[in-house]
């Protein structure tokens, strides 16, 4: 059974940084893709960023390019999502994903979910 556990979350001032990390168990981690989604508050939920096994990146919302970094620690089962330069807009529930299919499809990512961490960011 594949589990997804976000933590990192937090209230942060517009311009600062934090660093989701998504723990990942119960998967041959090496060999799926992995993401991260937000649902922001009244909206519906987007993906943000996806890393493939091969640590391929793909950034989804164009707002965050150049901002946020996608990476993966196979060794350690973790997936990571680094936000710099933080805006108000930006505060979400931020959910990991996993996906074992190739080739990764932005349209349809995600067969396994965590629960979410919450991200305000205030103005």
């Known amino acids: 059974q594949v589990q997804l556990v976000e933590s990192g979350g937090g209230l942060v001032q517009a311009g600062g940084s934090l660093r989701l990390s998504c723990a990942a168990s119960?998967?041959?981690?090496?060999?799926?893709?992995m993401g991260w989604f937000r649902r922001a508050p009244g909206k519906e939920r987007e993906l943000v960023a996806t890393?493939?096994?091969?640590?391929?990146?793909?950034y989804n919302v164009d707002s965050v390019k150049g901002r946020f970094t996608i990476s993966r620690d196979n060794a350690k089962n973790m997936v990571y999502l680094q936000m710099n330069s933080l805006k108000p807009e930006d505060t979400a529930v931020y959910y990991c994903?996993?996906?074992?299919?190739?080739?990764?499809?932005?349209?349809?990512?995600?067969?396994?979910w965590g629960r979410g961490t919450q991200v305000t960011v205030s103005s």
């Open positions: 119960g998967l041959t981690f090496s060999v799926y893709a």
């Open positions: 890393i493939s096994s091969g640590g391929r990146t793909y």
């Open positions: 994903a996993a996906d074992p299919r190739y080739p990764v499809v932005v349209r349809t990512f995600g067969t396994d």
